[in-house]
């Protein structure tokens, strides 16, 4: 299984970039899959994942509509709509699967893409 994460970069403050997820060796119909973000000197944190099964998933504070998670089954590929940027919106953004059972345990999601970078400019 891979995953690559792309889209990051430095983006300006209020800007609203698409993340994008390539995945291989595995289905996105058939598994759950999301995003996740690590900021400087903090944990990891699941954002959103998606699945056929439950459909989609707005985990804790990521819930008030400035994150936006899709995916396209025939491009295999998931992506995230930032919206209105903030500058604590840096972080690396990591793509991840499976997710459906995800609590914030270290050891889970099983399969991890290298993230991008998101650096937020004011």
């Known amino acids: 299984v891979q995953l690559q994460a792309s889209g990051g970069g430095l983006v300006q403050t209020g800007g609203s970039p698409t993340l994008s997820c390539a995945a291989s060796?595995?289905?996105?119909?058939?598994?759950?899959i999301g995003w996740f973000r690590q900021r400087p000197g903090s944990e990891r944190d699941g954002i959103a994942c998606v699945s056929d099964e439950d459909g989609i998933i707005v985990y804790g504070n990521y819930r008030g509509g400035r994150f936006t998670i899709s995916r396209d089954n025939t491009k295999n590929t998931m992506f995230l709509l930032v919206n209105n940027l903030m500058p604590e919106d840096s972080a690396v953004y990591y793509c991840?699967?499976?997710?459906?059972?995800?609590?914030?345990?270290?050891?889970?999601?099983?399969?991890w893409g290298k993230g991008t970078l998101v650096t937020v400019s004011s």
């Open positions: 060796g595995l289905s996105l119909g058939d598994t759950a």
């Open positions: 991840a699967a499976p997710c459906r059972y995800y609590s914030g345990a270290e050891d889970y999601p099983n399969f």
